[in-house]
């Protein structure tokens, strides 16, 4: 449902902002292997150039905004596909994964041909599903750190307080990562497939006779 | 400039009335991403201003809060109402075994409670405001009579640390049970300040009469050091630790928000977890 996908970029951008502006006030987390720090979450260059130091204040209240309209985008995303059927479309298969290579090397090159898809191939289909579940994840490690106390089963089924704020950070930057591939791969695969998105054309799922629209669509390809 | 074509032809045949002839599946295909186009460019537009608003909206009159921009202050002022009303005392915090207690306990803030301000804790006594003019006054022997509880939990900075710290005092509830303030407990606030006024919070009454909140005298089993909030300190588990008032000055009871040190600078008054 791209509505819901370009609902969902504004406030996830506004979400790992104001994320920051909390984060830089006890920035603790860094990548240390065997004793040596290899990088701390986030040199002073970064934080001075986005802006972020001494605004928790703000970040919280941006946070504890838009976490309602995070939520309820989710909400609806879920309900629409389960509801369509389109969850057909997304879910991992039983041989997903082991397609999933194949897709992997072939788009590094490494493999001349792809698996047979429908509308996502192997990859995509895990790939899509797991960033909702991370997104399901968020909320749950949001809601964890944010009232512990009220959602103490919650900060319990996340290891803890402490775990919990460690795993709501990972998260975020496995969304960064996530949108780092995305956008390389909507480059690769052109402006008809991102012209697609915005208008839901080559998969109609708004039009009140979608059926007709991609049949006589496909035989216009054809012509 | 085909296409520009295409969607003029098309635009002038969605101005007529009746279109006479079908239209082809091309200007189908080119009218439905014009207009898809422009929804997007329009809604994008508008998601962009609609943003810029509330980021340039004005900060809200300084009163009993301050410092946030005034539709956030109201966002937190709805989502405190929401959360409010899941609050129930029956939801403890999580405790822990006293070995896991911090030896060092962190202290990060001493607004109020400056070493360079001359505080002598041998003359001082906890002033409970019962109404103008009425004020009861208890020392520290008197509250060590009371029962004692202890609690071990995990201490939560909204800056994002957390501790687990050892705590042991008089619970509120018991406390307000003992010098029969009952009825001034019904209110809805409970405010309390240093001796100097120079930090000061609100606290909602549920939060204060939770079982877990205490009027704190000791740390790790000694008497609180200065820098903790000698002679007495709040302890409310259920609040970010910028409600945990040091060193107890005043009491005193309202319907409406005592006036909050941080609730002034941008952050939220209620500050629950």
Excluded at chain 1, 88 to 114: M, Q, Y
Excluded at chain 2, 130 to 156: H, R, W
Aim: net charge positive; proline share 4%; charged share 20%.
């Amino acid at each position: 449902m791209r509505w819901c996908h370009w609902v969902n970029f504004p406030i996830l951008t506004i979400m790992i902002w104001s994320g920051m502006l909390i984060y830089w006030a006890n920035d603790e987390y860094s990548v240390t292997l065997f004793g040596h720090t290899f990088f701390r979450f986030f040199p002073d260059w970064f934080y001075n150039t986005l802006k972020i130091p001494h605004r928790l204040s703000e970040g919280m209240a941006f946070h504890f905004l838009f976490m309602w309209f995070f939520t309820l985008n989710g909400i609806i995303y879920i309900l629409y596909t389960l509801i369509s059927g389109e969850w057909r479309e997304l879910a991992p298969k039983r041989n997903s994964f082991k397609e999933a290579w194949l897709v992997l090397l072939h788009d590094l090159h490494i493999r001349k041909t792809a698996p047979p898809q429908n509308k996502y191939n192997a990859a995509q289909r895990i790939a899509y599903t797991a960033i909702i579940l991370m997104g399901i994840g968020s909320v749950i490690t949001g809601l964890a750190i944010y009232k512990p106390v009220q959602f103490y089963y919650l900060t319990w089924l996340c290891g803890g307080y402490h775990f919990a704020r460690v795993l709501h950070f990972a998260l975020t930057l496995g969304y960064v990562f996530f949108f780092v591939i995305h956008v390389v791969q909507v480059f690769i695969a052109g402006w008809n497939n991102f012209r697609s998105v915005i208008s839901g054309f080559e998969i109609v799922n708004e039009n009140p006779k979608p059926a007709v629209q991609t049949a006589k669509k496909n035989e216009h390809e054809e012509a | 400039m085909k296409t520009l074509n295409q969607q003029f032809r098309q635009l002038r045949k969605m101005s007529m009335k009746k279109p006479k002839k079908e239209l082809t599946t091309e200007q189908k295909i080119n009218r439905r991403n014009f207009i898809s186009f422009t929804a997007f460019a329009v809604l994008a537009g508008g998601a962009y201003e609609g943003w810029r608003w509330l980021y340039k909206s004005p900060e809200e009159a300084a009163g009993i809060t301050g410092g946030a921009r005034k539709p956030l202050r109201r966002a937190l002022n709805k989502t405190e109402l929401v959360f409010r009303r899941l609050f129930s005392n029956n939801h403890l915090v999580k405790t822990y075994p006293k070995s896991m207690a911090a030896k060092k306990v962190r202290v990060n803030s001493d607004i109020g409670i400056e070493a360079e301000k001359k505080f002598d804790p041998a003359t001082w006594k906890l002033q409970v405001v019962k109404k103008a003019g009425d004020i009861l006054q208890v020392s520290l022997d008197e509250l060590k009579s009371l029962p004692k509880t202890e609690i071990v939990y995990d201490f939560k900075c909204v800056e994002g640390w957390d501790q687990v710290q050892h705590w042991a005092g008089v619970k509120f509830s018991d406390f307000i049970a003992h010098y029969k303030l009952d009825d001034l407990a019904k209110m809805q606030y409970v405010g309390m300040e240093t001796p100097d006024k120079g930090y000061y919070v609100g606290i909602d009454m549920p939060s204060a009469m939770h079982p877990q909140t205490l009027l704190a005298y000791e740390v790790n089993d000694k008497s609180l050091p200065l820098n903790h909030g000698a002679p007495l300190r709040l302890i409310v588990p259920v609040k970010y630790g910028i409600k945990n008032l040091k060193r107890i000055g005043t009491i005193s009871f309202s319907n409406s928000r005592p006036r909050d040190y941080w609730a002034e600078q941008g952050y939220d008054y209620y500050s629950g977890l």
